[in-house]
């Protein structure tokens, strides 16, 4: 089956760093991705890995782990306009997507 | 190009009535997908399209869902006698075959089902 799991919510402070973690169980995994999503937008992309490793860009990075179904979002610096649902995303082989449930996270002043 | 759009943005219809959404992806993309997705919830996918070519249709979807895309360019998604359960919010979104596959989201149609 194909199955993806993340935190709910969280909560962080202005200026502060979070990670938001996802596990992923999919058939044929080819890549994993992050989207940014504020509430009642459409979500837009933040990252992709497929190999192993951290992808920085800018203030967001990425780390995927193959191996043990892992993946994390680093948010460092966070603004108040983070505020947003995170949503981790799997693709398989058939470019078909699978998504999480999605992280809501609240930044605070 | 501005980028995915999606036609109505907000659809409220009666149960048993038969409805259809229009997407209209980046124009350079070939790929082309439907989701839907409910309050609280990541998007459920739905099918998806490599030009004219619908390639994969998810298990969960009813027969009363079926979606086209005649020229490889826009894309419909029709659902027939609708219920009350379909009411959510259905998004499209396009991608290129290269580099990441990266996908870009329309903002969706909401549809809301009395």
């Known amino acids: 089956g194909q199955n993806i799991d993340q935190p709910t919510e969280m909560t962080a402070t202005e200026g502060a760093i979070v990670q938001i973690n996802c596990t992923y169980q999919?058939?044929?995994?080819?890549?994993l991705f992050w989207y940014q999503q504020h509430a009642g937008e459409a979500p837009t992309f933040l990252s992709y890995n497929v190999l192993d490793g951290l992808e920085e860009k800018g203030r967001f990075s990425s780390f995927l782990s193959r191996s043990k179904g892992y993946s994390y979002l680093l948010l460092k610096e966070l603004q108040m306009k983070d505020s947003a649902s995170y949503l981790c995303a799997a693709r398989n082989y058939g470019q078909n997507f699978v998504f999480g449930p999605g992280t809501r996270l609240s930044v605070l002043p | 190009d501005t980028g995915v759009s999606q036609d109505p943005r907000h659809k409220i219809t009666k149960r048993g009535q038969n409805v259809t959404f229009r997407c209209d992806p980046i124009?350079?993309?070939?790929?082309l997908y439907w989701y839907r997705q409910t309050l609280g919830q990541g998007p459920e996918f739905l099918t998806y399209f490599q030009n004219e070519a619908q390639l994969e249709k998810s298990r969960l979807l009813s027969d009363r869902f079926s979606a086209e895309r005649p020229k490889g360019s826009f894309s419909t998604l029709e659902i027939q006698r609708t219920e009350q359960g379909d009411s959510a919010m259905y998004l499209c979104?396009?991608?290129?075959?290269?580099?990441?596959?990266?996908?870009?989201f329309g903002p969706g149609t909401r549809l809301t089902v009395t």
């Open positions: 999919t058939s044929g995994f080819n890549g």
């Open positions: 124009s350079e993309h070939n790929r």
């Open positions: 979104a396009s991608s290129s075959a290269q580099p990441s596959y990266e996908q870009y």
